[in-house]
């Protein structure tokens, strides 16, 4: 019997939580990582939950139900990289979940990663991650790779909690 393995499907604008929801009610096991934000309306400021990566779901199935996740509305394809389904690892679920799980500011971007210096994390609520830094304007942000989407986290974590190993 095939494993199960994690997928990353690609949904349309703004329909990644009725997606999950729905995939949820057919019997799937879905993650769909949610951020918090404060928007500022013209009246007023307001908390909102919004997807940490924009049009993305996980979805924890075998290869030969792929077909069977897409019949839900709004759900678009599997991403794909290099001709094969783009799967992510149990690791990196974890280390999303932790990030999410502090509370601390979080950007997603999706840019290609040029190699940077490579740091771990010595104090703060993400004490004892890896990952490399990069520099955006004027503050330092630490960036945590999530390889089988090509996607990266950006986090704003102070200088002197960053320590260079390499």
Not at 87 to 106: F, N, S
Request: hydrophobic share 40%; glycine share 8%; net charge positive.
């Amino acid at each position: 019997m095939e494993e199960l393995k994690w997928f990353v499907m690609y949904t349309t604008s703004r329909s990644e939580k009725k997606v999950a929801d729905r995939l949820k009610e057919r019997g799937m096991e879905v993650y769909l990582p949610m951020i918090e934000e404060l928007r500022q309306w013209s009246d007023r400021k307001k908390k909102v939950q919004r997807a940490m990566f924009n049009g993305y779901v996980f979805v924890k199935t075998r290869h030969n139900q792929l077909w069977e996740c897409l019949q839900v509305p709004g759900a678009v394809k599997f991403v794909h990289f290099s001709g094969q389904h783009a799967t992510i690892r149990e690791e990196d679920l974890d280390i999303i979940k932790r990030v999410i799980a502090t509370g601390v500011g979080v950007e997603s971007d999706g840019s290609t990663i040029e190699p940077g210096e490579k740091v771990l994390v010595i104090g703060g609520p993400l004490q004892h991650m890896t990952g490399e830094v990069i520099e955006k304007g004027n503050k330092d942000y630490f960036l945590i790779r999530i390889p089988g989407i090509y996607q990266n986290l950006l986090i704003n974590v102070p200088r002197k909690f960053l320590e260079v190993t390499g």
